[in-house]
Structures are given as structure tokens and as C-alpha cells.
């Protein structure tokens, strides 16, 4: 099952007056908040249109803000009403009323959702890799956002289960290019498979890793159990691999994206769907690319790595501490900053963690194991930029108005839907494409009837 608070995504949200002005709107007037919302577990967009409200400049920063936040209004909204929409799957509309009651319902999704812009890649676009067709994929669970476990149907690893990472929410193109080119590294997961899509083009859908057990050191699992003085020694350790031997930036170091081997009781970092190579400009639709040694580097990452398993705060606070550390260089000032959340339990001394990082960052920050330019990093990787054959979101962003947008479509589409985990029928095998295996036999069935009747093409 899909951890709760995961479920749910704010994909897109704007704010149209009711009655267009050329000024915008002022407060007083009445406005509607129409958003784009993700449900991960039926991998199915859902556009939630409010009431009219009487705008203010708060309304309108809190409607911005829903885009990067897991319980937006908008959510909430949607929540209420969710167990009737995974019973009519073909809904991708609603409008409410001023009590937050469904008014209407539309199943049009030229009209209501425009494509996402992600950009998948093509096989021939990455480097070497094992595939296997997503429709050879069993759905066994859903575990995070986009992260479902699966098993082999056929080939080599028929029988084995996997984690299967779609690429639901952006097409992987980065995840995809630096997780194959990155030489294997005791810390790192690789990956066993790319999942391609059932068409000729060879499209990558996602890929597949080995299962590790026991969630990540954010899970109730690992939060029960001491964090260990080598953990933190082998992200740093690896930080400094991926950085000053490898020339990679991870850009996302936390807590939910490290895994404990329960084999070797080892770390392992995963997710690069954000990272950049040393030097790259324009990482990518996050835009986000520093050099190690930057703000918000890696090394700053491994800081709020720390502040997350050792306060617990959450992300509406731990940025905030995480301010207060950066400026820190001592391990005075560090045990002042960073207060033990009473349930965490460590297996040394807590001094101990401080100093060893405050020692690491040093030593980081110095310069003197810093290089700045690619020429001296020596195993350095790189990847090709994003190709251009995104769908254009422009012209749907601004849509105000009721009118049907154009159905901008650059990159190929991808049907991820699927049923929601409270309407699974469990007799049935269900595949990684959203569909029954049964359905699909009858359908690849059909198709070759069809064609049989049809005789040979002649060419
Ligand atoms: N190989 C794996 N084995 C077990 N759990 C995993 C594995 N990879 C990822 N996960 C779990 O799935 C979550 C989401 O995976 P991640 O690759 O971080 O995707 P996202 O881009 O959604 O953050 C992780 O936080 C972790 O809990
Ligand atoms: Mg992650």
C-alpha cells in the first residue's frame, strides 16, 4: 500500500477569475482554483475545479504553494470524494460546490488534462542495459509513490520479484542516464532492467532494482532500531566518490532515499532523479545543479540527512534547522543546533556523529578535495541533455477559460491508469501496465483474430 501521505500530488494549480479581467484579479473579486492532482496508486490525473472564493493575496500564495505540498487544500478536496471516483475510473474531472460537494463530473480528458511533459527515453538513448516488457511485470504490492513490487513473468528472472520505478511522475530521463553509467559502488543500487513499453519505438517506462527489505531509515522499521556511526561514514564516503571521483551531484540526499542491505547491513543510496554531472548546465526540468562545495550540495545534503534521522522534524521545519547547522562549524555549536528527537536511539555516543561530520565538512569545504572543474575528476560521467520533444504546457497553464485547449503532443503517450489498490481483484494476475493479464491475452487475442481475417498485409 501506498504510504498515505504519498499518495497524492499537486501537479498543477491556478487560480482564474470568474469574470476575466485584463488587470488580474484584485481582492474582492471572485476566483476558482482549478488543479491537476496525481493519485499514485490508480497512476491517474483528476482536475479538481473549487467554488468561487473572494480572492486575496494569501488565497492566491497558498494556491501557488499547493503545487509543492502533500496535504494542499486541493488534496483534502479531492480526498473526500476519492472512494467514489476509484469506482469511476473514466472520471479525470470534478467541480465543487461551496461545500466542497461534487457539482459535476466529466470523463473528457482532451478537454481537462493536458499531457505531462515528461520525456522518456528510447532505448538506443542510454547506455547498454538488460529490458524487459512491462507487460512481463506482475503488480505483487504498491510501496511508495511510484515504486511498486513486482515479479518476473518470464525470461532469465521469471519468478524473481523486483522494484519496479515507473516513470509516472517525469519520464527518468536523468534517473535513467546517471544510475546505468555510474560504475558499480558497494553504496549504489543498480539497475537490473529498463522496462520498456509495448511498442515498436522501444520506449523506457521505468526500471527495475533489487528488492531491499525493510524500507528506507525513514520507515517505522529502521526508526525503531539505532542508526549506526558507519552509516553516516559511507554516505559521506560515497558522497566523495560520486563527487570528486565520479564528477556526479545527487541533489537529493535524505533520510527516504537510503536503504539498509540487510545482507551486509551496508547503505546503499538511491534516486537519482535529480542529479547532474559537475559542470552540467540546465540539469534538467528541476533546474537545480550545484558543483560539490555549493550550497545545497551534497555536502549540504549529508547535513540534512543528519538533522533528519537525528531531530525527526519534519520537511515544514527541517529546512529551517538545516539553516542553522550550515552556518554551525563547531561540534559546540552543532549539539546546540541540533536537538535528538527522544525516540532516536544512536549506536555511539552522539558527540561522536557531530564531530565526525563537522570534521568531514571541514575538510570538504576547504577546497582542498574539492575540484572545481571537471578536467581533474577523474572517472567523470556525463549524460546527453533532455531531448526537446516535450508537450508544450503553455498554452494549457494559462487557460482560464472553459474553451477545449489543444491537445499539445510531442512525446509519445504512455496509459499508466490502473485499478485503484481497494478495487484489485486478487484472483486475477495483474500486470505492471495497470491491465489483467487475462484482459491483455484477450486483447493481443483479439488483435491477432483480427489480423487473421484481415490476411497478410501486402507491402
Ligand atoms: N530497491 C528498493 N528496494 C526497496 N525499496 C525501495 C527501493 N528503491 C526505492 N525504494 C522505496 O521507494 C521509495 C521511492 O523510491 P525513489 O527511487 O526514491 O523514488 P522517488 O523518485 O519517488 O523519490 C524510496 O523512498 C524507498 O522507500
Ligand atoms: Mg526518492
Given amino acids: 500500500m501506498i504510504p498515505d501521505d504519498q499518495r497524492f500530488q499537486v501537479v498543477f494549480s491556478t487560480l482564474s477569475e470568474t469574470r476575466p479581467s485584463f488587470s488580474g ?54 480526498r473526500r470524494h476519492i472512494s467514489q471516483l476509484e469506482r469511476a475510473p473514466q472520471i479525470v ?13 466529466s470523463a473528457d480528458p482532451q478537454y481537462y488534462l493536458p499531457e505531462p511533459d515528461h520525456v522518456y527515453p528510447f532505448l538506443d538513448e542510454l547506455p547498454p542495459v538488460e529490458t524487459v516488457l512491462r507487460s ?7 510501496i511508495a509513490g511510484i515504486c511498486d513490487l513486482v515479479s518476473y513473468r518470464s525470461g532469465p528472472a521469471q519468478g524473481r520479484t523486483g522494484i519496479f520505478k515507473s516513470s509516472l511522475t ?10 546505468l553509467r555510474l560504475p558499480p559502488h558497494p553504496h549504489l543500487l543498480p539497475i537490473d532492467y529498463a522496462v520498456l513499453e509495448e511498442m515498436e519505438c522501444k520506449l523506457v517506462v521505468g526500471y527495475t532494482m533489487r528488492v531491499i527489505p525493510n524500507g528506507d531509515l525513514k520507515s517505522d522499521y529502521h526508526r525503531a532500531r539505532p542508526f549506526k556511526l558507519k552509516w553516516l561514514r559511507q554516505l559521506m564516503q560515497t558522497v566523495d566518490d560520486l563527487n570528486l571521483r565520479f564528477g556526479v551531484v545527487h541533489q537529493d540526499i535524505r533520510a527516504r532515499n537510503c536503504l539498509i542491505d540487510p545482507e551486509t547491513d551496508n547503505l546503499l543510496l538511491v534516486d537519482f532523479g535529480f542529479s547532474a554531472w559537475v559542470g552540467q548546465k540546465h540539469a534538467g526540468i528541476h533546474g537545480r ?59 555511539h555516543n552522539i558527540d561522536m556523529f557531530y564531530h565526525e561530520l563537522v570534521s568531514w565538512v571541514k575538510k570538504r569545504r576547504s577546497g582542498g578535495t574539492s575540484p572545481q572543474t571537471r578536467a581533474i575528476i577523474p572517472e567523470a560521467i556525463r549524460w546527453p541533455p533532455y531531448p526537446d520533444r516535450r508537450c508544450d504546457w ?11 485547449p489543444d491537445l499539445r503532443e510531442k512525446g509519445p503517450r504512455v496509459p499508466w491508469q490502473r485499478p485503484a489498490s481497494t478495487m484489485v481483484d486478487r484472483s486475477r494476475i495483474l500486470l505492471a501496465t495497470g491491465k489483467y493479464a487475462d484482459e491483455s491475452e484477450s486483447e493481443n487475442g483479439n488483435k491477432k483474430a483480427a489480423s487473421e481475417v484481415a490476411g497478410p498485409s501486402t507491402t
Avoid at 493575496?57 to 478536496?77: G, H
Avoid at 512481463?136 to 504498491?142: F, G, H, S
Wanted: proline content about 4%; aromatic content about 6%.
Fill in 394 to 404: 503553455s498554452g494549457s497553464e494559462e487557460d482560464d477559460s472553459d474553451d477545449k
Fill in 25 to 78: 484579479p484584485s481582492p474582492g473579486d471572485l476566483v476558482v482554483c482549478r488543479s491537476i492532482i496525481l493519485d499514485k496508486d490508480q497512476r491517474r490525473r483528476i482536475r479538481v475545479t473549487t467554488a468561487p472564493v473572494e480572492y486575496s493575496t494569501d488565497y492566491e500564495c497558498a494556491a501557488y504553494a499547493w503545487r509543492s505540498t502533500a496535504d494542499a487544500e486541493p488534496i483534502r478536496l479531492l
Fill in 136 to 142: 512481463e511485470l506482475i503488480e505483487l504490492d504498491r
Fill in 289 to 347: 545543479n550545484w558543483e560539490p562545495g555549493e550550497r545545497r550540495s551534497d555536502v549540504e545534503g549529508v547535513m540534512l540527512f543528519l538533522c533528519e534521522i537525528i531531530t525527526r522534524a519534519d520537511d515544514s521545519d527541517i529546512f529551517d534547522i538545516l539553516a542553522g547547522v550550515v552556518e554551525a562549524d563547531s561540534d559546540l555549536e552543532w549539539r546546540d543546533k541540533l536537538v535528538k528527537h527522544p525516540d532516536v536511539e544512536l549506536d
Fill in 170 to 179: 517525469d519520464g527518468q530521463w536523468t534517473g535513467l542516464q546517471a544510475t
Fill in 93 to 105: 474531472a470534478i467541480t465543487l460546490d461551496q461545500d466542497g460537494e461534487i457539482l459535476s463530473m
